[in-house]
């Protein structure tokens, strides 16, 4: 891993508990194709939480954080499905079995999810640093 920074690697280490909780939280909300209204709400609040301004849901159901966002800037997109192939819409069930996390569409796409919102997390504490620099 020698193109990850120290910095990211310990912003992965240190929130390693905080990213299976995420996981297993989005592994038991609901969310068939053309129904993630749940998922998306949990997203955006969460990652409002967090400190990530701007975040809205677009009419196609997609989280959106727009960072830096200008008519020069070009637009760089970082995604992962919501949905899960199930068509429940009650809470899935969400199996833990020697720490190892079983759910509908655990891995296809929730831990790409989750991956992301931590990503978004640091970008958002980043910025929050940044901001807080600049009033030094």
């Known amino acids: ?3 990850l920074s120290l910095e990211i690697l310990e912003y992965i280490e240190e929130h390693s508990n905080e990213t299976y909780e995420l996981l297993l939280n989005l592994g038991t909300i609901p969310a068939p194709s053309n129904q993630e209204e749940k998922r998306a ?3 955006r609040d969460w990652l409002v939480s967090q ?3 701007n975040v809205y849901i677009d009419s196609a159901l997609n989280v959106v954080y727009p960072i830096g ?3 020069d800037n070009p637009v760089v ?8 192939v ?3 819409t009650t809470p899935l069930p969400v199996e833990v079995d020697n720490g190892r996390i079983k759910a509908p569409g655990i891995g296809d796409d929730t831990a790409n999810l989750c991956a992301l919102l931590m990503c978004a997390k640091y ?3 980043r910025l929050h640093q940044q ?3 600049c009033f030094l």
């Open 69 to 71: 966002c200008t008519r």
């Open 86 to 88: 199930f068509p429940d």
């Open 123 to 125: 970008i958002a504490g």
């Open 51 to 53: 400190g990530a301004e």
């Open 131 to 133: 901001t807080a620099d």
């Open 41 to 43: 709400e949990f997203c």
């Open 77 to 84: 997109v970082f995604m992962a499905h919501t949905d899960v």
């Open 1 to 3: 891993m020698d193109h």
